[in-house]
């Protein structure tokens, strides 16, 4: 299996809570990276085109893990794509071109410094934007394995290559790479999900809103990674879920292979534990300072000695995944191949002692540093390592001197910034005072720290020595680190497999201690039983379930039901599930069935004050404005009491205008609201469903919350009635409001049944229906038999329905002509009145 396949695979709760909307209209941010696999230095640099329509040229240099991402993106004028992209490698550094900033600061910069507060925009010469520069750049840097398949991949990409000149340029002032040994890859725009940042932070992708340290996100929930490099591929496919059918169900292959195979899966994960950050080590392997250090010098045999550690750890997995049927896990067993790793360890092993093992100690650290190159490779080497034994033997000489001499028992004890002193029990010199050759006096706790003249001396000569030893080893471990450099591309796709195995076994963890189901990919969202997968987490009580099914004539779902009938937690429940499922991941559900989302749009009230101040209007606005730019058909849009922050009259209006909209665009919108006018007026609007949250009426004082989804609107339950009956208003203002909300209720009934294009809208929404019905039963997969008895029923249930509409019209029709002629009578009474002025008299 080659490994261009393995890349291309790279609920209501019973209890109710309440979230707080931030009050200020600043967009938020996922979480930084330095949160997820430890801190990442990446710089990015952005150019664009002139002209209406924008072509935006990225490029992603991770010093971290030795990455480098290009992208070109045909952008609207929100530059929407350009901050999905920034969002989801969320870089330290950004460069733009000094033409960006003045005269005039461009467009991009402005949304550029609104999104991404924290980073910091460095201004490059116009010059650093050179493609013959960037081509010349990525043929020289590129692993020699990748280098003809990326510059096919950026032919005729004028932006992308231009970015990544300026990008390499700017990192090369004070890094340089090993020729042939830095990642390059292209990624277009095409191929994932689009989520922007303020849907991030609403659905809690990465972060939790209350907690920004709690796990309590789709991210804390799935990930059960024992690698970096897991965890960050995991954060990276959440940011952008895949839209490629068969690259999902390849993963979903994985993961269902684990669920079955538990032994095999156990192993795995064993194998997974402790392994080393493969990437930030090839990465620290590859990137050479400009200016030579010595603490560089100390850091490279460090890293040559994890790097001899974490090809030790590649075996078992190898061994682990021997019963792997699914290609996947095929593919990735093939990278972890012994043969692969096998020239790595040899080359290693011909220069660094095979019984050296990385230690955290500072002084196992240090020794280890010293004698990790074999004697015999360099003959000056031996005689500095036998200068630097010489030295420390000494140390512990003087020590046994001076405990001889002072009749006290000192410990010795090393510090990788003080180097050897003396430490004694405090309790041990209580009664007497130290001699003067004792310097450096201090007390910490139950211990005394100290030294002399002479135990400084002789520290001052172990650096000395091992100074020398150190400078003489690097040439040795330089070089060989320059012949593990030709190496290096098997490394870091061994890294990817590792990455990928291990966020895949996440995924399969998740599975064995929840009831979750694998999802399918069709044209139809069908999903049995849905449960929030958060929520289901943090709450004890059995959360309670639903259905949901969607597609173009159920494509508009209104929601309504009174506060705290779980609305939010349900709408939210369907935008996670298909984020899981676009990245490879079980549902929590007894069935699933996605279409798949291009774009996942989220406008969620944080806030069910219907005293919401001007700020928070005035950022739902600005949220929904963008939602209506950019939405299109294969979009999902989730929106939650849109309008509740200005007048009901304005607020319904602007909700009401959104609605047919969102509708005209054709994407799956569910739509949580509290106007039930929107409900009537849209009732018999192609494509919109009404919905409603089920609650159970114990008494006109009293009501239970079932968290049941069910068809039609809310039913006038005069909500607002019951809670003024709990703050006891006077019953007379009760008796009138009652008599009042139920007239008005029958006028505009009444209104609405004699209205012709209500009619008509029925009967058209009637046909819609009967004709996706009759699609289905042509694309499923029914015998002759089944589909001829189901295909009756539905024959019968369409005539029966058309029916009653023809019943309904006729009754309409009724009432019209009883009210003309009471209307008649009326007039001739009137005219006899007129005509008869005695009886007026």
Not at 179 to 188: D, E, F, G, S
Request: contains cysteine; aromatic residues 6%.
């Amino acid at each position: 299996m080659s490994s261009s396949y393995l890349r291309a695979s790279i609920s209501r709760p019973t209890t109710s809570t309440t979230t707080v909307r931030p009050m200020t209209a600043a967009r938020p941010r996922t979480a930084a990276t330095s949160t997820i696999g430890g801190h990442q230095h990446i710089t990015c640099a952005v150019t664009e085109s002139r002209g209406v329509s924008a072509t935006v040229g990225l490029c992603f240099v991770n010093l971290t893990t030795g990455e480098c991402y290009l992208s070109e993106i045909c952008d609207s004028q929100t530059y929407v794509r350009t901050m999905h992209k920034l969002t989801v490698y969320d870089p330290s550094e950004i460069l733009v071109p000094q033409t960006s900033v003045t005269p005039v600061k461009s467009t991009l910069l402005s949304i550029i410094e609104h999104y991404m507060p924290d980073a910091r925009i460095v201004p490059a010469p116009r010059k650093y934007y050179s493609e013959q520069a960037g081509h010349e750049y990525i043929q020289q840097l590129a692993c020699a394995d990748d280098l003809a398949g990326i510059m096919v991949a950026i032919s005729a990409k004028f932006y992308a290559v231009s970015a990544a000149a300026a990008a390499l340029k700017h990192v090369t002032l004070s890094t340089r790479f090993q020729m042939h040994t830095l990642r390059v890859k292209y990624q277009a725009s095409e191929g994932s999900m689009m989520i922007d940042p303020s849907t991030v932070h609403g659905l809690e992708l990465i972060q939790n809103l209350q907690n920004e340290k709690s796990t309590d996100s789709l991210f804390g929930l799935l990930n059960n990674t024992g690698s970096a490099m897991g965890a960050r591929l995991l954060r990276t496919n959440i940011l952008q879920p895949l839209t490629e059918i068969p690259t999902l169900n390849s993963r979903l292959d994985a993961v269902e292979e684990f669920t079955q195979h538990e032994e095999m899966f156990f192993q795995v994960k064993e194998a997974l534990k402790g392994f080393p950050d493969v990437d930030r080590l090839c990465a620290a392997l590859i990137a050479v300072p400009l200016k030579a250090s010595l603490k560089h010098s100390e850091q490279s045999t460090n890293n040559i000695i994890l790097l001899k550690q974490a090809a030790q750890y590649v075996q078992p997995v190898f061994e682990a995944l021997a019963p792997a049927r699914c290609d996947l896990l095929v593919a990735i067993r093939g990278l972890c191949a012994p043969e692969k790793i096998e020239p790595i360890l040899t080359m290693i092993n011909n220069v660094i002692n095979e019984d050296v093992s990385y230690s955290k100690s500072p002084l196992d650290l240090r020794n280890q540093r010293c004698y990790a190159v074999k004697s015999g490779v360099n003959g000056l080497l031996d005689v500095a390592r036998q200068t630097y034994k010489e030295a420390t033997e000494d140390v512990h000489k003087l020590v046994e001197e001076i405990t001889t001499e002072h009749d006290i028992l000192f410990e010795l004890r090393f510090e990788a910034a003080r180097g050897y002193f003396l430490r004694i029990p405090a309790s041990d010199i209580e009664d007497r005072s130290l001699p003067p050759v004792f310097v450096n006096v201090v007390k910490r706790k139950r211990f005394v720290e100290l030294s002399t003249l002479e135990l400084m001396k002789r520290n001052k000569k172990i650096g000395d020595s091992l100074d020398e030893v150190l400078l003489m080893s690097d040439r040795t471990v330089q070089q060989l680190i320059e012949d593990v450099g030709q190496e290096i591309s098997g490394l870091f796709k061994m890294g990817e497999g590792i990455g990928m195995l291990d966020m895949l076994c996440s995924f399969a963890v998740l599975c064995s201690i929840q009831d979750y189901v694998r999802p399918e990919f069709t044209d139809t969202l069908a999903v049995k039983a849905l449960r929030h997968p958060i929520r289901e987490k943090i709450h004890k009580e059995r959360f309670v379930p639903n259905d949901v099914y969607a597609s173009q004539q159920s494509r508009f779902q209104i929601v309504t039901g009174c506060n705290m009938s779980g609305k939010s937690t349900y709408l939210r429940s369907i935008a996670l599930a298909a984020v899981m499922a676009q990245i490879g991941s079980f549902v929590p559900a007894q069935y699933a069935s996605f279409p798949m989302t291009l774009q996942l749009f989220a406008r969620i009230s944080m806030d069910d004050s219907i005293e919401a101040n001007v700020s928070t209007f005035a950022s739902e606005m600005r949220e929904t404005a963008f939602i209506l730019r950019n939405v299109s058909r294969g979009s999902m849009v989730i929106v939650d009491e849109l309008g509740r922050g200005t007048s009901p009259r304005d607020g319904m209006a602007i909700a009401l205008a959104v609605c047919e909209a969102l509708v005209e665009s054709r994407a799956l919108v569910w739509f949580a609201t509290h106007f039930r006018e929107i409900t009537e007026i849209l009732a018999e609007r192609a494509g919109v469903v009404n919905l409603h949250m089920q609650v159970e009426m114990e008494s006109q004082e009293k009501m239970t919350m079932l968290y049941k989804i069910a068809d039609g609107s809310v039913q006038d339950e005069h909500y607002g009635l019951i809670l003024a009956r709990l703050v006891q208003l006077p019953q007379g203002i009760l008796d009138r409001a009652t008599q009042v909300s139920a007239a008005l209720t029958r006028r505009r009934d009444t209104s609405k049944k004699n209205s012709e294009a209500y009619q008509i809208a029925r009967r058209r929404n009637l046909v819609l229906k009967l004709l996706e019905t009759l699609v289905q039963a042509r694309d499923g997969r029914l015998d002759d038999a089944a589909l001829r008895s189901w295909l009756l029923r539905v024959q019968e249930d369409f005539v029966e329905r058309m029916a009653l509409i023809a019943e309904a019209e006729t009754e309409s029709e009724e009432m019209e002509v009883d009210e003309d002629e009471e209307e008649v009578e009326e007039e001739e009474e009137d005219d006899e009145e007129m005509d008869d002025p005695e009886e007026e008299d």
